[in-house]
């Protein structure tokens, strides 16, 4: 029987983001994260088609748990190594039969597991994704971004979406689970209004008791073009 992940931390779960936002601070498409909750219809060769949710919960949402976005941070990363919507739904349904948990791709089970859902063990545990992509998929994307992560009761707890060298922080504890610079709860995005609006670095600084690489930070994640 598949078991339920432990959540020890109920803010994970709580709704606090819209769809689109959601799918901003994901970096994914326009409507991943609706389609990956609500399900999405289609025409083909002249007939509808409708594909279920991805993760069921107890009654339709239409707001975004932190759980939620982090599943829709892995789905994106996927997609930038070019598998499809369809494909990575097939992915998650082989980790949830191999986990045996609901929601395989936010658990530290999947961190340390993962990469036999992905590189043919000889057990045939292998989506179709061939042995070499496979093996690419995960060392190139996913165990860099699992990194990014943080766990507590098998549970992913907080996000650093630039690497945790970098001072920005997703943690629904924080700024109803907006980006902040780490260690302070300024939102990311505040920092980014003030810049635009010409403000020095030095005022930034001053006035939210920051450093200047936190500064930095902020607006590379941000305003990446400007940092690009």
Not at 14 to 19: E, I, L, M, T
Not at 90 to 108: G, M, S
Not at 187 to 202: L, V
């Amino acid at each position: 029987m598949m078991s339920s992940v432990s959540y020890e931390h109920p803010s994970v779960t709580r709704p606090r983001y819209s769809f689109a936002e959601a799918d901003r601070i994901a970096g994914v498409t326009t409507n991943t994260s609706r389609r990956w909750l609500k399900g999405y219809g289609f025409w083909y060769e002249g007939q509808h088609h409708s594909m279920p949710p991805v993760t069921r919960t107890p009654e339709t949402k239409d707001a975004v748990s932190f759980v939620d976005l982090m599943e829709f941070a892995t789905i994106g990363k996927l997609r930038k190594k070019v598998f499809s919507f369809k494909r990575i739904r097939k992915i998650n349904a082989t980790a949830r039969f191999y986990l045996q948990t609901d929601r395989p791709l936010v658990t530290e089970r999947f961190k340390v597991k993962g990469r036999d859902i992905f590189v043919d063990d000889g057990f045939g545990i292998l989506v179709d994704v061939g042995y070499g992509a496979g093996m690419q998929a995960w060392d190139d994307v996913l165990d860099p971004f699992l990194d990014t992560v943080e766990y507590e009761g098998e549970i992913v707890r907080r996000w650093w979406p630039l690497g945790k060298g970098v001072a920005v922080l997703v943690d629904p504890n924080f700024a109803f689970g907006l980006p902040v610079v780490e260690g302070t709860g300024v939102r990311t995005e505040i920092i980014a209004e003030r810049h635009r609006a010409g403000d020095s670095t030095d005022e930034i600084a001053y006035d939210f008791d920051i450093t200047l690489k936190q500064i930095k930070d902020a607006l590379r994640w941000e305003i990446p073009e400007q940092s690009a």
